[in-house]
């Protein structure tokens, strides 16, 4: 019936010549020749309009078929790993209209090239270089794309540092290795003595950073909260698509959603029903081009691309507007004045902002971004920034009590993120890439910028998520016993050392961070831990565990961050390692060979034997391998990229702190460090002199009265 209907469509499109679109010709010149594989491709109207509403009719039958889904068992359980995938990419209100219209485009687009240049026996690549430079003729879809375009709430694209790498030019995936066999060939390799299974014995987590600490984990994943939200497909009736069953296997052909690409993990024998073989992916949700044309997918950044706190302040006054009391300029806390935190989410609220956790007490916090509660690192940055608005709102309105709580708000949330971004940028950036490299970002011409307001999606998909190779899986204090002991005929107070965390068990299982100085421990075992260091070895709660639930086989099922950053870089369109390599260092890699100067022999042979080309290995696999530059934390890559959007960030911000010459700004940002954050937001008595690095000689823990 499906088809019968389909066919009757057609043909009234064609007789009718609706308002949406005109009759179907072969691809045509303008003189009406056909067009042969070595001529311009050019489209006439009349096709445009054909690839739109045939477009339309493929998502409006899509509509269908997700309400089948809705109404079948595969469901998003609030208690899974999907879920907290979910909660990582939801998309607000606004995200959900452009990609619904970004859909329907690329679907046409899919028809300009299968039905037009396929056919005429065209180049792929040269017939999406066509398409894209056409806009969208005069119909619905265009004014609607423009409307959206138009509005304060305006969302953008990631920009590309190279152009979309697609199979089709357009958004298929390549077939390249395993992503979730790539991870488990290099966790094997630096776990030997890992039982894949049962991995609670284990002990070995892998090389340590001998100088960087926790912290440098923690600032480099709220900077991402802040310049980087790729957000999920869902439903046209609003609901989340789930790509597995209940007991993590695949869903079947007639359950799974078009936006599905799931992981999926070799398992057999007695692993079969201890292991999960599928593991959720959803792909990103998409956004029209500025100018409303044709073309390749391209992702949308929910984030508000500069670094202006929007994890905690929101990236839209409706969503600010719920965070602030509207009294002397501050933002809402609990009710714990003694020990603020953020507020806590109600019953009335949306309250499926974490996952259900019965083995400790949970609550669930909410700030300006639903990734607040993703893990305790994070988490206490976000209430270090929210009690630091507050000290400063109630200073300013010491010192101006006539002004009002927009006036107080206002400066407050100025004064605030020019400390964050000059901690960023003397501090963070530093130690990520070096002082050297550091340096010329803080002192370049920002005329000779990009200066496009864009974050590259190059940075948000790969770059910046370099620190989970760092994240350790267990966060440890140490602390005096109450008994002292004589050794070398010396009395001396023994130390021991407590686990605070693990974080296979954390991830969004917010606890109360008021409670019994919970805040502070946790922030002054950041301060002193080590790192893990940054290299192909991911800790299990990462790499296994990420996630992690019971599913109602009771069987623990956990994803892989590594896995799930590969297969985003496909869905992205990222092109391969060796392209960026090349565009980063001005040379040329033509063998395996050529990667010698760039990553060590090890990670090298194993990357021979998963990738079948030296120019087929994924942009993050190939960049976590490469060794670090001289005293900087990351290789040549990850530098270029990481070094490139920082620079565009700061270029483009006309209220970056170091622009704002106001008095009453300086007073409060000039000299301003990390550690007097830290200070003025805990309780702590002595900090790191450098937040960044473990506490040393070379980097020695100094009182707070004397900062």
Same mark, same amino acid.
């Given at each position: 019936?499906?088809?019968?209907?389909?066919?009757?469509?057609?043909?009234?499109?064609?007789?009718?010549?609706?308002?949406?679109?005109?009759?179907?010709?072969?691809?045509?010149?303008?003189?009406?020749?056909?067009?042969?594989?070595?001529?311009?491709?050019?489209?006439?109207?009349?096709?445009?309009?054909?690839?739109?509403?045939?477009?339309?009719?493929?998502?409006?039958?899509?509509?269908?078929?997700?309400?089948?889904?809705?109404?079948?068992?595969?469901?998003?359980?609030?208690?899974?790993?999907?879920?907290?995938?979910?909660?990582?990419?939801?998309?607000?209100?606004?995200?959900?209209?452009?990609?619904?219209?970004?859909?329907?485009?690329?679907?046409?687009?899919?028809?300009?090239?299968?039905?037009?240049?396929?056919?005429?026996?065209?180049?792929?690549?040269?017939?999406?270089?066509?398409?894209?430079?056409?806009?969208?003729?005069?119909?619905?879809?265009?004014?609607?794309?423009?409307?959206?375009?138009?509005?304060?709430?305006?969302?953008?694209?990631?920009?590309?540092?190279?152009?979309?790498?697609?199979?089709?030019?357009?958004?298929?995936?390549?077939?390249?290795?395993?992503?979730?066999?790539?991870?488990?060939?290099?966790?094997?390799?630096?776990?030997?003595?890992?039982?894949?299974?049962?991995?609670?014995?284990?002990?070995?987590?892998?090389?340590?950073?001998?100088?960087?600490? *926790?912290?440098?984990?923690?600032?480099?994943?709220?900077?991402?909260?802040? @310049?980087?939200?790729?957000?999920?497909?869902?439903?046209?009736?609003?609901?989340?698509?789930?790509?597995?069953?209940?007991?993590?296997?695949?869903?079947?052909?007639? $359950?799974?959603?078009?936006?599905?690409?799931?992981?999926?993990?070799?398992?057999?024998?007695?692993?079969?029903?201890?292991?999960?073989?599928?593991?959720?992916?959803?792909?990103?949700?998409?956004? *029209?081009?500025?100018?409303?044309?044709?073309?390749?997918?391209?992702?949308?950044?929910?984030?508000?691309?500069?670094?202006?706190?929007?994890?905690?302040?929101?990236?839209?006054?409706?969503?600010?507007?719920?965070?602030?009391?509207?009294?002397?300029?501050?933002?809402?806390?609990?009710?714990?004045?003694?020990?603020?935190?953020?507020?806590?989410?109600?019953?009335?609220?949306?309250?499926?902002?974490?996952?259900?956790?019965?083995?400790?007490?949970? *609550?669930?916090?909410?700030?300006?971004?639903?990734?607040?509660?993703?893990?305790? $690192? *994070?988490?206490? @940055?976000?209430?270090?920034?929210?009690?630091?608005?507050?000290?400063?709102?109630?200073?300013?309105?010491?010192?101006?009590?006539?002004?009002?709580?927009?006036?107080?708000?206002?400066?407050?949330?100025?004064?605030?993120?020019?400390?964050?971004?000059?901690?960023?940028?003397?501090?963070? @950036?530093?130690?990520?890439?070096?002082?050297?490299?550091?340096?010329?970002?803080?002192?370049?011409?920002?005329?000779?910028?990009?200066?496009?307001?864009?974050?590259?999606?190059?940075?948000?998909?790969?770059?910046?998520?370099?620190?989970?190779?760092?994240?350790?899986?267990?966060?440890?204090?140490?602390?005096?016993?109450?008994?002292?002991?004589?050794?070398?005929?010396?009395?001396?107070?023994?130390?021991?050392?407590?686990?605070?965390?693990?974080l296979k068990e954390e991830y969004?299982?917010?606890?109360?961070?008021?409670?019994?100085?919970?805040?502070?421990?946790?922030?002054?075992?950041?301060?002193?831990?080590?790192?893990?260091?940054?290299?192909?070895?991911?800790?299990?709660?990462?790499?296994?565990?990420?996630?992690?639930?019971?599913?109602?086989?009771?069987?623990?099922v956990g994803t892989d961050v590594?896995?799930?950053?590969?297969?985003?870089?496909?869905?992205?369109?990222?092109?391969?390692?060796?392209?960026?390599?090349?565009?980063?260092?001005?040379?040329?890699?033509?063998?395996?060979?050529?990667?010698?100067?760039?990553?060590?022999?090890?990670?090298?042979?194993?990357?021979?034997?998963?990738?079948?080309?030296?120019?087929?290995?994924?942009?993050?696999?190939?960049?976590?391998?490469?060794?670090?530059?001289?005293?900087?934390?990351?290789?040549?890559?990850?530098?270029?990229?990481?070094?490139?959007?920082?620079?565009?960030?700061?270029?483009?911000?006309?209220?970056?702190?170091?622009?704002?010459?106001?008095?009453?700004f300086k007073q409060f940002v000039?000299?301003?460090?990390?550690?007097?954050?830290?200070?003025?937001?805990?309780?702590?008595?002595?900090?790191?002199?450098?937040?960044?690095?473990?506490?040393?000689?070379?980097?020695?823990?100094?009182?707070?009265?004397?900062?």
């Open positions: 019936m499906k088809c019968i209907f389909l066919v009757f469509y057609l043909i009234s499109i064609i007789n009718t010549r609706s308002v949406h679109c005109g009759l179907f010709d072969i691809l045509t010149k303008d003189n009406g020749e056909d067009v042969t594989s070595n001529e311009k491709v050019i489209f006439t109207e009349p096709e445009l309009l054909q690839a739109i509403d045939l477009a339309q009719f493929s998502y409006n039958q899509l509509k269908t078929m997700e309400e089948s889904i809705s109404n079948s068992r595969i469901q998003l359980s609030n208690t899974s790993s999907s879920y907290a995938q979910y909660l990582e990419n939801l998309p607000n209100n606004y995200t959900k209209e452009y990609d619904k219209i970004a859909q329907i485009v690329l679907k046409a687009s899919k028809y300009l090239l299968n039905n037009n240049c396929k056919k005429a026996g065209l180049d792929d690549k040269k017939c999406v270089e066509a398409i894209s430079t056409y806009k969208l003729p005069k119909c619905d879809l265009l004014e609607q794309c423009e409307q959206l375009n138009k509005t304060t709430m305006s969302i953008k694209s990631y920009r590309r540092l190279l152009p979309a790498h697609y199979a089709d030019g357009l958004s298929k995936m390549f077939d390249l290795p395993s992503p979730k066999n790539i991870s488990n060939s290099f966790f094997d390799l630096t776990r030997p003595d890992v039982d894949l299974i049962n991995e609670e014995a284990a002990t070995y987590e892998g090389v340590v950073d001998e100088e960087r600490n *926790v912290a440098l984990v923690q600032w480099s994943q709220f900077i991402e909260h802040d @310049l980087v939200k790729t957000v999920f497909q869902i439903m046209s009736n609003g609901n989340p698509i789930e790509c597995c069953q209940d007991d993590a296997t695949n869903a079947p052909p007639r $359950y799974r959603h078009p936006a599905c690409s799931p992981l999926m993990v070799d398992v057999s024998g007695e692993d079969y029903n201890r292991l999960p073989s599928c593991l959720n992916y959803v792909r990103s949700a998409l956004n *029209v081009n500025e100018d409303c044309s044709f073309g390749p997918a391209q992702q949308i950044n929910q984030a508000s691309n500069y670094l202006d706190l929007s994890q905690l302040y929101g990236n839209a006054e409706d969503i600010t507007d719920t965070l602030r009391t509207f009294y002397n300029g501050e933002l809402k806390i609990s009710n714990d004045p003694l020990s603020p935190t953020l507020p806590e989410i109600d019953d009335i609220e949306d309250n499926h902002l974490c996952m259900h956790n019965t083995t400790i007490d949970t *609550v669930c916090y909410k700030s300006g971004d639903s990734r607040v509660n993703v893990n305790p $690192y *994070v988490t206490t @940055l976000y209430t270090l920034f929210l009690r630091s608005h507050n000290r400063i709102a109630k200073q300013l309105q010491k010192e101006h009590p006539t002004w009002n709580d927009t006036e107080l708000f206002a400066y407050a949330r100025r004064i605030n993120v020019g400390i964050y971004q000059k901690i960023v940028y003397s501090e963070w @950036l530093n130690i990520v890439l070096g002082i050297s490299e550091a340096a010329t970002i803080n002192n370049r011409n920002p005329t000779t910028c990009i200066n496009d307001g864009k974050v590259s999606n190059e940075f948000a998909t790969a770059g910046i998520r370099f620190y989970y190779s760092m994240m350790p899986g267990d966060l440890k204090t140490t602390k005096d016993v109450s008994y002292f002991v004589r050794q070398n005929n010396i009395i001396i107070r023994p130390m021991t050392e407590e686990n605070i965390l693990k969004y299982k917010p606890r109360d961070l008021a409670e019994d100085e919970e805040l502070e421990n946790i922030i002054d075992a950041i301060l002193k831990q080590k790192a893990m260091a940054m290299d192909t070895g991911y800790v299990a709660d990462v790499a296994k565990h990420y996630y992690r639930f019971q599913n109602n086989q009771q069987k623990d590594l896995a799930l950053d590969i297969l985003r870089g496909r869905d992205h369109g990222l092109s391969t390692y060796t392209k960026y390599l090349e565009r980063c260092t001005k040379t040329t890699i033509q063998s395996w060979t050529d990667l010698k100067s760039y990553i060590n022999n090890e990670d090298l042979e194993r990357l021979k034997l998963i990738y079948t080309d030296y120019d087929k290995v994924d942009l993050i696999m190939g960049a976590i391998a490469e060794q670090p530059k001289p005293g900087a934390t990351i290789g040549e890559t990850f530098s270029c990229i990481i070094g490139e959007q920082l620079t565009n960030t700061r270029c483009s911000d006309k209220n970056f702190y170091s622009n704002l010459n106001d008095p009453i000039d000299n301003y460090t990390g550690a007097k954050l830290i200070c003025d937001t805990t309780r702590l008595t002595r900090v790191p002199r450098n937040i960044f690095h473990v506490p040393s000689e070379k980097n020695p823990m100094i009182y707070c009265k004397d900062i």
